[in-house]
């Protein structure tokens, strides 16, 4: 059973950095040919892919948000973690992890395991 859990803050400050991680349980992040994303919900709003390291550990970021994302992930750990930095309002929503079964594709459809997601909110 391939289960992601969400990890963070939930409250974040203008300019500050939002710092996310995702554990993956029942799948190898570096030995399974998957591909592991972030995306988020802001309310109102459609879904938006964030980023995305592969197996390999090659990274694919959306460029409306590649200057203030990075990727990073921790093999022992089984986990991928997100930064965003720095943090600006319109970065409040729902942050998800999921695991993508092929690479660049758009479209939920591509996207099987999902952690159950984490509400940033973000105040002075």
């Known amino acids: 059973q391939v289960q992601l859990q969400e990890s963070g803050p939930g409250l974040v400050k203008p300019s500050q950095t939002l710092s996310l991680t995702c554990t993956v349980s029942?799948?190898?992040?570096?030995?399974?040919?998957?591909?592991w994303a972030w995306l988020r919900r802001p309310p109102g709003k459609e879904l938006e892919w964030i980023v995305y390291?592969?197996?390999?550990?090659?990274?694919y970021y959306n460029p409306s948000l590649k200057g203030r994302t990075s990727i990073s992930r921790g093999t022992s750990k089984n986990q991928f973690t997100l930064q965003l930095s720095p943090v600006i309002p319109e970065d409040a929503g729902v942050y998800l992890c999921a695991r993508k079964v092929c690479p660049q594709p758009k479209g939920l459809k591509w996207y099987w395991y999902w952690g159950q997601g984490t509400q940033v909110t973000v105040s002075s």
């Open positions: 029942g799948a190898s992040i570096t030995a399974d040919v998957y591909y």
């Open positions: 390291i592969a197996y390999t550990g090659s990274t």
